[in-house]
């Protein structure tokens, strides 16, 4: 039995969506997800980017506003078996830059709106931004954005390479000891620091947290 418990937070998602397959998983503004919706989502993107290269070790930006797509974002990396490390669209673009280019993160996951509108300079207007190969978009892209998006020196994922990803679980070996995620210090008192967890870290603690 012992087994069957899970000993990281994508699995435990996994096991709950099982469960609760109907039930509400997240509820943004103008978006509500089921535990499958969020389940097959995060499957997708963690497929999508499998297919390109990138799975267990590789770094993975996620920059997107709070809400489903932050978590389906959030699952499918982790399901890849890749790091995720958070940037917050409120960053100012030199603090993005530099933790994007510190962590040396190797794709980016976000909307083609936070890229177009909140830090052209960093992605549209500059030379390739440290290791970052990939950039998949949660979002449909529109003409006037397309249009913005055309000099982006990276591969580009979207919705079309979503829908044709597969809709399991990706078959990817994880252990608890793997790194899970980077998160950056606020860098008041100097530069920002980068503190690496692991799965089983984040475990202790979401249990902590429940009881």
Partial sequence: MAS????????????????????????????????????RLSNQIANALLADGIGPGARVGLLTPRGPRLLAGL???????????????????ERARYIFEHAEVDALVTESTVVARTYPDLFLRSSRLGTLKTVLFLDEISADIDSELEPLPYRRLGRGDLAQAAQTLPDVAITPEDLMVIFYTSGSTGRPKGVALRHDGMMSRFRWQQQ
């Fill in 4 to 39: 069957q418990i899970p000993d990281t937070p994508h699995r435990a998602f996994v096991h709950q969506a099982s469960l609760t397959p109907d039930l509400p998983a997240v509820v943004g503004k103008d978006e509500q997800l089921s535990y499958a919706e969020l389940d």
């Fill in 75 to 93: 699952l499918g990396i982790l399901k890849a078996g890749a790091v995720y490390v958070p940037v917050d669209p409120e960053f100012p673009a």
